[in-house]
């Protein structure tokens, strides 16, 4: 189809080509192609939506009250213990943020959330061991170890996704609806965090409401099997997704209008002044 646009100082044509339906469309301008993304729908936004829920439920069943309380037991009412398992997330998680953004940029963030989906799949089975393979096999004071080793490797998860995930999702989302989807996101996670404790209701109930050992690892279960789903989630974002220059912002679109109205001349720049105008 052809568009006509008109500014008060000069008249552009363009013409969008509509390939097959898994490409994106094509903005040509002066036998130059520029990708432009549909307005929604974007692979990776969604993606990266549903992400924010499955995530923030599983850590709400596996890494927050069930495993403190799990851990205050093992080690006889110790608020030292708790806090150096829990601690050991954050700890390994800011130690690796770092040199997994550095790592992204080299080799591309879908190859390191492929990492850390990996690395996810890892800490659910060190969990699920510890859970129920470990108990009654090792001394309590090894288990513990265990499981500030499970803690540790979930910091590796958290911290090898987390920079990657927020750039390609920035990436993803073109200028004007930035706040929205970030605002839906935190919704998402806040509405998580309360879905990991409403789904611990029922199994509490069914198991005597007791917090024993053995209520904590059932809770700590449905924790696992959801987190297979946040893991594989992280498979199928793709670098090809994002919008390019579609996705700069407001101030650097009215850079690009301003000297397109006072005459761009035949530079590189003005195939992507059109495409942040459309």
Known sequence: ???????????????????????????????????????????????????????????????????????????????????????????????????????????????????????????????????????????????????????????????MHSAPLEALFGDSVESGRRSRLYVRRSALRTVGSALGPLLSIPVFALSGDQWTPDELTRVMAVGIFIGLLPCACLFFFRDEFALGAASESLAETSRCRAEREHGCGGGGTAPLCAAAAL
Request: with cysteine.
């Open 1 to 159: 189809s052809t568009l006509e646009s008109k500014t008060p100082k000069y008249k552009f044509m363009c013409q969008i080509a509509h390939p097959h339906a898994d490409a994106q469309p094509q903005l040509q301008i002066a036998n130059t192609t520029v990708a432009v993304p549909p307005p929604r729908g974007n692979k990776n936004v969604q993606l990266t939506l549903r992400y924010a829920l499955l995530l923030s439920a599983t850590s709400s069943l596996l890494t927050q009250s069930p495993l403190s309380y799990y851990i205050h037991d093992l080690k006889h009412d110790s608020n030292l213990a708790v806090g150096l398992v829990i601690g050991a997330q954050g700890t390994v998680a800011l130690i690796v943020a770092l040199p997994s953004a550095v790592a992204a940029d080299y080799c591309g963030r879908q190859r390191m959330l492929r990492a850390a989906a990996a690395v996810g799949l890892l800490a659910l089975a060190f969990h699920a061991t510890c859970l129920f393979y470990l108990p009654g096999r090792v001394s309590n004071d090894a288990l513990f170890k265990s499981f500030i080793g499970v803690s540790s490797t979930w910091g590796v998860f958290m911290g």
